[in-house]
């Protein structure tokens, strides 16, 4: 193994323990006490089901990792998704610390079936994102064509454009339930219109620059959900 892919190892792995820690913190000082069993359920499930997926993929397709690495506000090229990123990051937080909060006052209490679907479907969203990861090595955390990239048609890009952000959407729509509130569902709104905005400019971009794509994007009808749009 090169000096290359061990650092690009590392910095996956401790990127991941970063995303956990910062969750943690999120969660609990926003609670106001460790006595919060849902987010610690919660924070479980995450972080073995994402540690597997990184797992698998240093170990299958390092090149995924690597454009995965590249992500966030800072890593987007064009303005536009500057913006939008920085605002999907925003309501991501608030769909983490909204939940702890209500926990913290006791704004309103889910039962404990209703918390465990909540994980249920987080996992399901992450499970639909491994298989799209799976499907495709092109699926970077930015907006670009990579050298040599070609239209994906097989596996979930047979049902529907922009199945990883499908997946993405359902584990957040079922966050705040995981977490024992139901007043965190009112952000999940605000996701889905960056979501939309996001994947409506990578179309537009990939129509432009992928060759193949904009007959993909013909031939495949829906772009997010299916028999839905």
Known sequence: MDKGTTDLKKKALFGLVQLVIMLGILLFVAAGSLDFWEAWVFLFIFSIAVL???????????????????????????????????FASLFFILL??????????????????????????????LLIVFLVFKENSYAAGVIEVGKGQKVISTGPYTIVRDPMYTGALLMLCFVPLALGSMWGVVFVFQMFVVIVLRLLDEEEFLSKNLPGYEEYRQNTRYRLVPFVW
Not at 98 to 122: C, E, M, N, T, Y
Request: glycine share 6%; aromatic share 10%; no cysteine.
């Open 96 to 125: 983490i610390v909204v939940p702890a909060l209500v926990h913290r006052f006791h704004w309103s209490d889910v039962p404990i079936h209703f918390v465990l679907v909540g994980d249920i479907f987080v996992l399901l969203g």
């Open 52 to 86: 597997a997926i990184t797992l698998y993929f240093l170990k299958n397709d390092i090149k995924l990792i690597e454009g995965r690495l590249k992500a966030g506000p800072s890593a987007e090229k064009e303005r536009k998704q500057k913006i939008i990123q920085t």
